[in-house]
Structure formats: structure tokens, C-alpha cells
Nanobody
Framework: QVQLVESGGGLVQAGGSLRLSCAAS????????MGWFRRAPGKEREFLGA???????HYADAVKGRFTISRDNHENMVYLQMNNLKPEDTAVYYCAIDLISAWNLVDASKFNSWGQGTQVTVSS
């Protein structure tokens, strides 16, 4: 089993930046793909992107060029750097792990273990 804990959310003005962290404990998360998702009020969960065990990344079009996913396998940490934030980025952000694959970058349905989420609010 793996436990995921997100942190780093908060209130930021439009155009600002935040870095979210996801700490993984338990099962060796460094051997698995990790993903970031968000859920805005009244909307479905949205897949933002993922990072494979070797650092390869993939991003959804909505955040490509603004968000960057990275990981530190020694520390079992995954990060989401968010730049040029917009009010429509306001959401609860979640990290998740694909407990089967080290390589999955695009199949959001395979991410099957989740953190509790961290709130990001972007003011205009």
C-alpha cells in the first residue's frame, strides 16, 4: 500500500506561481508513474499530467507550458510547479500513483491511489 500527502496549496494572485509537493510513503513509489489531477467546483476531475519513473513527462493541453512535473526518487517526492496561474486554475489538486506501471503517462484511469488533495485558489 502507498500513502500520498499533498502540500503547498494556498491563495495566489493571477499570474503568480505555486509549487505543490506530494510525499509518498509505504510502497516504493519511485518505481511507479505518478500523476497530478484537479477538481474545480462543479466540474469533473481533470487529468493534468504524469511523470514516469525515469522522469519522462506528459501534460494536458490545458496546462502545457505553464505547469511542470518533477520527481525526486530518493526522497519519494513528486512536485507540480505551476506558473502564470489563472483564476480558472482554482481547484483542489491531487497526486495519484499508478500501482501497476512505471511508464504510464497518458491513461488517467490507471492512477488508482490518491492523496487527500490540497486547495489552490487563484484570485483575479
Amino acid at each position: 500500500q502507498v500513502q500520498l500527502v499533498e502540500s503547498g496549496g494556498g491563495l495566489v494572485q493571477a499570474g503568480g506561481s505555486l509549487r505543490l509537493s506530494c510525499a509518498a510513503s509505504g510502497r516504493t513509489a519511485s518505481r511507479h508513474s505518478m500523476g497530478w489531477f484537479r477538481r474545480a467546483p462543479g466540474k469533473e476531475r481533470e487529468f493534468l499530467g504524469a511523470i514516469a519513473w525515469n522522469g519522462a513527462t506528459h501534460y494536458a493541453d490545458a496546462v502545457k507550458g505553464r505547469f511542470t512535473i518533477s520527481r525526486d526518487n530518493h526522497e519519494n517526492m513528486v512536485y507540480l510547479q505551476m506558473n502564470n496561474l489563472k483564476p480558472e486554475d482554482t481547484a483542489v489538486y491531487y497526486c495519484a500513483i499508478d500501482l501497476i506501471s512505471a511508464w504510464n503517462l497518458v491513461d488517467a484511469s490507471k492512477f488508482n491511489s490518491w492523496g487527500q488533495g490540497t486547495q489552490v485558489t487563484v484570485s483575479s
